[in-house]
């Protein structure tokens, strides 16, 4: 029984030391998600992204978070498909395969749960903010400008 106890012990300690996934800051590199189609990224690599496709008409980005949080502030142009919604399946069937687009959410958890579904659109390529938009947020605040509602502060680069 002691060995028993001593055991569990100690793997949850190996558990709290380490954790369930590996520890990603601004500096760790994208990774690989299984699917050459899909790109996560770190806060700095999608704020290259954003850049590098500032003009690119087949580039979109997609807010998946619910209305009530897009409109306290989005990455400037984002589109807002709600993944809450019962009809966030409909909605991504609309996007166009051929384009690029870069998901993001409030922490990661829904765009990360949406990539089941948008993997099976057979979209050309999608960059994941893996850690969304409170951590890894690739952006800085831009004030409103005057005459524009101040609640509703948009995010860009």
Avoid: W
């Amino acid at each position: 029984m002691k060995k028993m106890i001593l055991l569990v012990s100690l793997i949850s300690g190996l558990f709290f030391l380490t954790g369930c996934e590996g520890h990603v800051t601004e500096d760790t590199p994208a990774t690989p998600s299984g699917d050459p189609r899909v790109i996560n990224v770190t806060k700095k690599e999608a704020s290259q992204v954003l850049r590098d496709n500032k003009d690119n008409p087949n580039f979109v980005v997609l807010d998946l978070r619910t209305p009530e949080e897009f409109v306290q502030g989005h990455v400037v142009g984002a589109q807002l498909i709600n993944f809450n919604s019962p009809n966030f399946a409909l909605e991504v069937q609309k996007l166009d395969p051929a384009k690029t687009y870069l998901i993001y959410c409030a922490s990661g958890f829904r765009s990360s749960k949406a990539l089941h579904t948008l993997r099976r659109l057979s979209l050309s390529r999608i960059y994941h903010l893996q850690r969304g938009l409170r951590d890894g947020y690739p952006a800085r605040p831009i004030v409103p400008e005057k005459g524009e509602n101040p609640y509703k502060i948009k995010i860009g680069i």
